[in-house]
């Protein structure tokens, strides 16, 4: 139920940030840290067998240091975004800007042919980028590994585990798209957009939750569980 709650609270931080553009979507990226490592604390709480109260989900964030690190780390993982997002737009511009008239009107198939080449590089450069900070916030919460060595650390680690990290990721996007065919059946079959949605509401929650409780044992099955344990048995 600690997860479901989280899923929830997780799910409404996007639904506010998808309200105030660009803005919104840039401060969403930068917490994601910290909302990793309080998932993690999370997770490892409950795998402990202690119940997770509401007042527990700061803890974690209660060490100054660490914040800022976290934070500082958010800042990094925004930079690399943008930076591959800008490389992955960079080389399709002439055919991206020829999808939109003078008039400022634009083309949709085109737009769609052009955005095919920098979608499919900037997907690369992600793996690249997920990889470098996927550990980065428990290597630097828990294990206080300098800023540097974290993002390499987990690289390394990603890279190792490559086959294993390769399934879990394709488990995962054959779970999200499995949803996406179930609602589009529903509304083939007649169901209103609006309520096919509502439906699948629990439905993505659960998933949701479920994800977020993987992230816990995919880092103990790489780096083991020895770290200490921070303030209010985090």
Same mark, same amino acid.
């Given at each position: 139920?600690?997860?479901?709650?989280?899923?929830?609270?997780?799910?409404?931080?996007?639904?506010?940030?998808?309200?105030?553009?660009?803005?919104?979507?840039?401060? #969403?990226?930068? $917490?994601?840290?910290?909302?990793?490592?309080?998932?993690?604390?999370?997770?490892?709480?409950?795998?402990?067998?202690?119940?997770?109260?509401?007042?527990?989900?700061?803890?974690?964030?209660?060490?100054?240091?660490?914040?800022?690190?976290?934070?500082? #780390? =958010?800042?990094?993982? #925004?930079?690399?975004?943008? %930076?591959?997002?800008?490389? %992955?737009?960079?080389?399709?511009?002439?055919?991206?800007?020829?999808?939109?008239?003078?008039? =400022?009107?634009?083309?949709?198939?085109?737009?769609?042919?052009?955005?095919?080449?920098?979608?499919?590089?900037?997907?690369?450069?992600? #793996?690249?980028?997920?990889?470098?900070?996927?550990?980065?916030?428990?290597?630097?919460?828990?294990? +206080?590994?300098?800023?540097?060595? %974290?993002? /390499?650390?987990?690289?390394? %680690?990603?890279?190792?585990? +490559?086959?294993? /990290?390769?399934?879990?990721?394709?488990?995962?996007?054959?779970?999200?798209?499995?949803? *996406?065919?179930?609602?589009?059946?529903?509304?083939?079959?007649?169901?209103?957009?609006?309520?096919? *949605?509502?439906?699948?509401?629990?439905?993505?929650?659960?998933?949701?939750?479920?994800?977020?409780?993987?992230?816990?044992?995919?880092?103990?099955? $790489?780096?083991?569980?020895?770290?200490?344990?921070? *303030?209010?048995? /985090?």
């Amino acid at each position: 139920m600690a997860m479901f709650f989280w899923s929830l609270v997780t799910g409404l931080l996007i639904t506010v940030s998808d309200l105030i553009p660009l803005l919104g979507q840039m401060v #969403l990226i930068i $917490v994601t840290p910290l909302l990793t490592f309080m998932t993690l604390c999370a997770c490892r709480h409950i795998a402990a067998g202690h119940p997770m109260l509401l007042n527990m989900w700061l803890a974690p964030l209660q060490d100054a240091t660490s914040r800022k690190r976290l934070l500082r #780390l =958010g800042l990094a993982y #925004l930079a690399c975004c943008v %930076a591959g997002g800008f490389l %992955a737009t960079l080389p399709f511009a002439n055919s991206l800007m020829s999808a939109i008239h003078t008039d =400022g009107s634009v083309d949709q198939v085109a737009l769609v042919q052009a955005i095919r080449g920098p979608a499919i590089i900037f997907s690369l450069l992600y #793996l690249l980028i997920s990889a470098m900070f996927w550990h980065a916030p428990a290597l630097i919460g828990w294990h +206080k590994t300098r800023f540097a060595q %974290a993002l /390499f650390f987990s690289m390394v %680690a990603c890279w190792r585990n +490559k086959w294993p /990290f390769l399934l879990y990721g394709i488990s995962w996007v054959a779970v999200f798209f499995a949803i *996406q065919i179930l609602g589009n059946f529903l509304v083939d079959s007649g169901m209103a957009a609006d309520v096919a *949605q509502i439906v699948l509401t629990p439905v993505n929650i659960i998933v949701a939750a479920i994800l977020y409780c993987s992230f816990y044992p995919v880092y103990v099955s $790489v780096f083991g569980s020895d770290y200490p344990t921070l *303030q209010a048995g /985090f």
